[in-house]
């Protein structure tokens, strides 16, 4: 049990240039798009998330990544690499054989993290949330958590964070009606390492119904709502990801469709409206619209596609589902 003595014995940091970025779920609700890429380097309007959130991070002073890593690794330290090319340090914290949870991946990360305080983010999220604010409220109020929150207009959807008039964290509850009035976690926070560092390394642990519910209970006042109405576009589901990119293709100026790196495309294939990921091959006379087309589909001449998700399958094979 972590006591409360224990958890204020550690000072906060009032600058921050470092952030844990969660990196290792599974995504079963993207499947099939996240069987092919860990849902953080799947790409957004050209670009992958992770590449998007670390250009965010760096854009506000946040230049000591870790990420976290359990599925499909390769998939993000090839497009992110040592950050460098984006004045990053990211380093890799590796979760085998298991993946270690909200609290226990922290843990884990602590060392390579070597900071008192620092940012957790989701590597599904993506937000213009406004860091020195959030980080700002964190230092003067003496907390050990600040959850980034916004109204949850769409409580049959999301379960939501409870504050009482001081903004203190009172509780969560799952989506429904009980969510109604609550608050939406937008997947920032600001944490004190003294919240993780006394459980066990290399073992699940979960935040939000665990460590954060016993910190309630046994320290009120320490967990607290940063509220603000900021933008964040959720990347949870095949539909999600759709409605996420065509938003940033809108915002960007990007007309018709996305294309990845690699790509051939015959000059009189149609491709209208669609999300093409990297070495896609579109041949002769061959139609695709509204669709999202992983990496490697070939698209044989004169095939036809409309609304569907492409895989590539055994061989030149196209593997086809309805997004």
Not at 12 to 37: E, F, K, N, Q, Y
Not at 42 to 65: F, K, N, Q
Not at 265 to 270: C, F, I, R, T
């Given at each position: 049990?972590?006591?409360?003595?224990?958890?204020?014995?550690?000072?906060?940091?009032?600058?921050?240039?470092?952030?844990?970025?969660?990196?290792?779920?599974?995504?079963?609700?993207?499947?099939?798009?996240?069987?092919?890429?860990?849902?953080?380097?799947?790409?957004?309007?050209?670009?992958?998330?992770?590449?998007?959130?670390?250009?965010?991070?760096?854009?506000?002073?946040?230049?000591?990544?870790?990420?976290?890593?359990?599925?499909?690794?390769?998939?993000?330290?090839?497009?992110?690499?040592?950050?460098?090319?984006?004045?990053?340090?990211?380093?890799?914290?590796?979760?085998?054989?298991?993946?270690?949870?909200?609290?226990?991946?922290?843990?884990?990360?602590?060392?390579?993290?070597?900071?008192?305080?620092?940012?957790?983010?989701?590597?599904?999220?993506?937000?213009?949330?406004?860091?020195?604010?959030?980080?700002?409220?964190?230092?003067?109020?003496?907390?050990?958590?600040?959850?980034?929150?916004?109204?949850?207009?769409?409580?049959?959807?999301?379960?939501?964070?409870?504050?009482?008039?001081?903004?203190?964290?009172?509780?969560?509850?799952?989506?429904?009606?009980?969510?109604?009035?609550?608050?939406?976690?937008?997947?920032?926070?600001v944490v004190n390492a003294s919240v993780f560092a006394s459980l066990r390394p290399h073992v699940p642990h979960p935040s939000i119904g665990?460590?954060?519910?016993?910190?309630?209970?046994?320290?009120?006042?320490?967990?607290?709502?940063?509220?603000?109405?900021?933008?964040?576009?959720?990347?949870?589901?095949?539909?999600?990801?759709?409605?996420?990119?065509?938003?940033?293709?809108?915002?960007?100026?990007?007309?018709?469709?996305?294309?990845?790196?690699?790509?051939?495309?015959?000059?009189?294939?149609?491709?209208?409206?669609?999300?093409?990921?990297?070495?896609?091959?579109?041949?002769?006379?061959?139609?695709?619209?509204?669709?999202?087309?992983?990496?490697?589909?070939?698209?044989?001449?004169?095939?036809?596609?409309?609304?569907?998700?492409?895989?590539?399958?055994?061989?030149?094979?196209?593997?086809?589902?309805?997004?």
């Open positions: 049990m972590v006591t409360r003595l224990a958890l204020l014995a550690q000072p906060s940091s009032g600058t921050i240039r470092h952030a844990l970025v969660l990196t290792a779920g599974h995504g079963t609700r993207l499947r099939p798009l996240s069987d092919i890429r860990a849902k953080p380097a799947i790409p957004v309007a050209g670009e992958p998330m992770i590449r998007r959130i670390i250009r965010w991070l760096v854009s506000c002073g946040i230049t000591d990544l870790v990420l976290n890593l359990h599925h499909r690794p390769e998939t993000l330290t090839a497009v992110v690499g040592d950050g460098a090319d984006l004045s990053a340090r990211v380093r890799y914290s590796w979760e085998q054989p298991q993946v270690l949870g909200s609290a226990g991946g922290p843990r884990l990360a602590l060392p390579l993290l070597a900071a008192d305080t620092f940012l957790i983010v989701n590597g599904d999220t993506l937000t213009d949330l406004d860091l020195e604010a959030i980080v700002a409220a964190h230092t003067a109020s003496e907390a050990l958590v600040t959850l980034a929150l916004v109204p949850n207009r769409e409580f049959s959807r999301y379960g939501g964070v409870q504050l009482d008039d001081a903004g203190s964290v009172i509780g969560f509850v799952r989506r429904g009606p009980a969510a109604a009035g609550s608050w939406h976690y937008i997947g920032v926070q665990g460590i954060y519910d016993a910190l309630i209970a046994s320290a009120p006042g320490v967990l607290r709502g940063f509220t603000c109405d900021t933008e964040f576009w959720d990347v949870g589901t095949v539909a999600d990801y759709w409605h996420t990119s065509m938003a940033f293709m809108r915002k960007e100026g990007q007309d018709g469709s996305s294309v990845g790196r690699g790509a051939v495309l015959d000059p009189s294939a149609q491709i209208d409206g669609s999300i093409l990921w990297d070495d896609v091959i579109v041949g002769s006379d061959a139609v695709v619209d509204r669709c999202i087309v992983t990496d490697g589909v070939s698209i044989p001449a004169g095939a036809r596609y409309q609304d569907a998700v492409l895989v590539a399958g055994d061989g030149s094979t196209v593997q086809a589902t309805a997004r």
